[in-house]
């Protein structure tokens, strides 16, 4: 990338984010898996420093198209609610894992294999707050493959684009008993196909859910994300990023999350975005623990004793 480039992207970088309420803090060139040149800035929010966030664009990111930077507003006025959370980095299955996402590489790059694909590898992590030191938390290396076709979809393969659905994506794959979280292992695959995309909708697809489910969902969100991880302090509750985990809408998660404040479960703040355990529901610590036991069990392979005797249906 040349010095012209660079600083021209820079500036419009500095730019948006400074509309999305963040500041950049620092810039440095990079490389992309392929050894393409990027350009790597940190982010922080304008009213806490500390709050930070990497954004990796590579040399060929047009930012002069309108719809481009449209978008990327969006996903820097999304990023700037996330950074409020305690754990900006981590996210909740339906079936109650806690994860931090990290490792991310962007952007996407062709396969090394000689597959019709493009890749991003990353990696996430079990946050149950029991972790330690002296012990590798359980994990899993992820390799997310996007379809040529699904790449059509996408209008930019960065990190503003798809970083979204890639995470979605994990945590479907994931409910689907599909990922394992191990203490050591190899990049497992995360198909990502145009089954996680509705045509005719024009919307991404991941989960069905009921009013219940969510109202589920976002309590045991607020328990791990706050109670357990976050020391108390408020969670974002509306992001649109589990709205579309989800099947919902931000406004629907808003339904929930009031319905939770009004039986005592959450306490919701002020601009009633984000929210706090109330201690009836850090009362549940036995429940959501056996919750993440069970998933951990769910996604562990089994030998199938059948085809240990030889019965097979090959």
Same mark, same amino acid.
């Given at each position: ?220 969100? *607020?328990?791990? @994300? ?7 302090? /408020?969670?974002?509750? $509306?992001?649109?990023?589990? &709205? =579309? +985990? ?18 005592? *479960?959450?306490? @919701? ?7 706090? /355990?109330?201690?009836? $529901?850090?009362?549940?610590? &036995? =429940? +959501? ?26």
């Amino acid at each position: 990338m040349s010095t012209g480039t660079q600083a021209v992207l820079a500036g419009q970088v500095e730019a948006a984010a400074k509309a999305a309420g963040l500041v950049v803090i620092s810039s440095e060139v990079g490389q992309d898996f392929s050894g393409h040149p990027t350009t790597r800035f940190m982010l922080a929010l304008v009213t806490d420093n500390s709050k930070k966030q990497v954004l990796e664009l590579s040399d060929k990111f047009d930012f002069s198209r309108a719809d481009l930077l449209a978008e990327v507003g969006v996903y820097l006025a999304e990023a700037a609610k996330r950074l409020k959370n305690p754990r900006q980095d981590c996210y909740l299955t339906l079936h109650g894992l806690p994860l931090s996402f990290e490792k991310f590489t962007w952007p996407f790059h062709a396969s090394t294999s000689g597959a019709d694909t493009f890749l991003v590898h990353g990696e996430v992590r079990l946050e149950d707050g029991e972790s330690s030191l002296l012990h590798a938390p359980l994990h899993a290396k992820i390799a997310a493959s996007m379809t040529v076709t699904f790449a059509e979809i996408v209008k930019a393969p960065e990190q503003p684009f798809a970083e979204g659905f890639i995470y979605n994506a994990v945590r479907k794959t994931m409910d689907q008993g599909q990922l394992e979280l191990v203490k050591s292992g190899n990049r497992q695959p995360v198909p990502v196909t145009t089954r996680f995309y509705s045509p005719w909708k024009k919307r991404f697809s991941f989960n069905d859910t009921t009013e219940g489910q969510r109202q589920e969902y976002l309590a045991a969100k *607020v328990f791990w @994300l706050s109670g357990v991880l976050g020391g108390g302090q /408020p969670v974002w509750v $509306l992001d649109p990023r589990d &709205a =579309q +985990y989800l099947n919902t809408t931000v406004e629907e998660l808003k339904k929930n999350a009031m319905a939770l404040a009004g039986e005592g *479960v959450v306490r @919701l703040a002020a601009d009633t975005e984000y929210a706090t /355990p109330t201690e009836a $529901l850090m009362g549940h610590r &036995a =429940q +959501y623990v056996a919750e993440v036991e069970a998933a951990l069990a769910f996604i562990k392979p089994t030998f199938n004793e059948e085809m240990r005797g030889g019965h097979t249906n090959m």
